[in-house]
């Protein structure tokens, strides 16, 4: 394998490089930044000489393997069952009896809003991915003056856009309602 | 050039079931040599002190220790099984102000959900061939972002 550094971008004179440089060569700190301890340490060649290989071109390698993992994934999701109705009534459960000013159950409801908009994105849920990162936004910004009925709110609108009351319309008023809600809050904490 | 999947061991840390399913799915379909899965991020480091992984891929959000956390100790030079070990966060945290944390943390990747195999592919080269030397400060270990990127060619001949 043969690396060819990159060219030094405009403006900028080339770096000075050693073809074996030393574990403990220190860098040269820039003008005007503050004196830190700082080391540039060679990362070990090995794990790239076996992650790479050249025996076939770059555009090939990659339809390949993403037509294996595609094919893969369309696997997974057609055992996966409703995985998106599963994580909204997992994060209903975690959010029922909610107590503002119980960090540690703060902290469940945060991650579980945070595990819903990762499985709506994955789904393609758009509208439910949206409703997940309000009650994340709201969560995190508003701590322990979390209004326990905007929580509630949150899970409502996430479970009726799950088991289809809602349709794609109304789902898309709730989500903007639900973030226009948690703003209100948030500035008024500001 | 390709990634030689073939040679490469991963760890896997993903709380969320359906992502943790999709990407062990991805790595094992482009026939990955071993890939270990956890849904939490002190197993992913058991595992890591267990037979250290070529490659780690990690959610942010995790119960118990999170995936930034987890990058801190990866990176620990004193304590790590190896702190050079490529680390690819895949996360619904799309903010800059995230995005930084998890480069500050020493990550050398970072990918935001939904992500496509392709993507997925693209990245996961783009750090396994990323020539550039690690830097360490009192407050940081991990890629040095100040140099530009080098270009990986075969050896002629």
Known sequence: MRIIPAPPKAGRPARKTSPKPSPNASAEPRPGAPRTRRETVPVPTDLRDRALAFDMGYEEALEASVARAEAAEARVRAHAGDVLAMEAARCAGVADGFAPGDAACRARCLRAAH??????LGVAAPQ???????????????????????????????????????????????ARELEAAVETVLSRLR | ?????????????????????????????????????????????????????????TDWEMPGLDGIAL???????????????????????????????????????????????????????????????????????????????????????
């Open chain 1, 115 to 120: 595990r819903l908009r990762g499985t709506a």
């Open chain 2, 1 to 57: 050039m390709r990634i030689a999947f073939e040679n490469l061991s991963f760890v896997v840390a993903e709380d969320d079931p359906f992502w943790r399913r999709l990407v062990v799915a991805w790595l094992e379909a482009c026939g990955a040599r071993s890939v270990r899965d956890t849904a939490d991020g002190a197993r992913a480091l058991a595992l890591m002190r267990e037979a250290p992984a070529d490659v780690v891929v």
């Open chain 1, 128 to 174: 439910v991915a949206r409703m997940a990162a309000s009650l994340a936004r709201l969560l995190s910004g508003a701590g322990n003056r979390t209004p326990a009925a905007l929580v509630a709110a949150h899970v409502d609108a996430v479970q009726a856009a799950t088991d289809g009351k809602a349709n794609a319309h109304a789902a898309e008023t709730l």
């Open chain 2, 71 to 157: 990058t801190k100790a990866l990176r620990d030079r004193a304590a790590s099984p190896n702190a050079f070990v490529p680390i690819l966060m895949l996360t619904a945290y799309g903010e800059r102000g995230r995005v930084m944390r998890a480069m500050r943390a020493g990550v050398n990747g970072y990918l935001v959900k939904p992500v496509t195999p392709r993507a997925f592919y693209e990245r996961l080269l783009a750090v396994l061939a990323d020539t550039r030397p690690f830097v360490a400060t009192p407050h940081y270990f991990g890629p040095d972002r100040s140099r530009p990127q080098a270009l990986v060619l075969p050896q002629e001949g």
